[in-house]
């Protein structure tokens, strides 16, 4: 079915930026929507951003005019452009699609393995 590798996560200082990516591979018909959530130890996987097929964003409030997420449909792929990071922003950042393998099937959700996101002096 649908694979989804995330890579970028690392440690950077506040106020310094990371750029996340997610490829997409496998047996792959169509995707929707692809997006970044992440989690904080101890606290509930809550969404980033996402965006459309059509290339429309969707961001937390808490990451709006820091964030941007873009998409290359030909090379199923979904990055996230962080800047001016925060403490706060410290995570497990997991990449989902919305997508299909097959054009006899309901799309379903796909999710990566997950990147650690580390905002520390």
């Known amino acids: 079915q649908v694979q989804l590798a995330e890579s970028g996560g690392g440690l950077v200082q506040p106020g310094g930026s990371l750029r996340l990516s997610c490829a997409a591979s496998?047996?792959?018909?169509?995707?929707?929507?692809m997006g970044w959530y992440r989690q904080a130890p101890g606290k509930q996987r809550e969404l980033v951003a996402v965006?459309?097929?059509?290339?429309?964003?969707n961001y937390a409030d808490s990451v709006k005019g820091r964030f941007t997420i873009s998409r290359d449909n030909a090379r199923n792929k979904v990055d996230l452009q962080m800047n001016s990071l925060k403490p706060e922003d410290t995570a497990v950042y997991y990449c989902?699609?919305?997508?299909?393998?097959?054009?006899?099937?309901?799309?379903?959700?796909?999710w990566g393995q997950g990147t650690q996101v580390t905002v520390s002096s």
């Open positions: 965006i459309s097929s059509g290339g429309s964003p």
């Open positions: 496998g047996r792959i018909f169509s995707i929707n929507s």
């Open positions: 989902k699609a919305l997508a299909r393998y097959s054009d006899d099937v309901l799309p379903r959700q796909y």
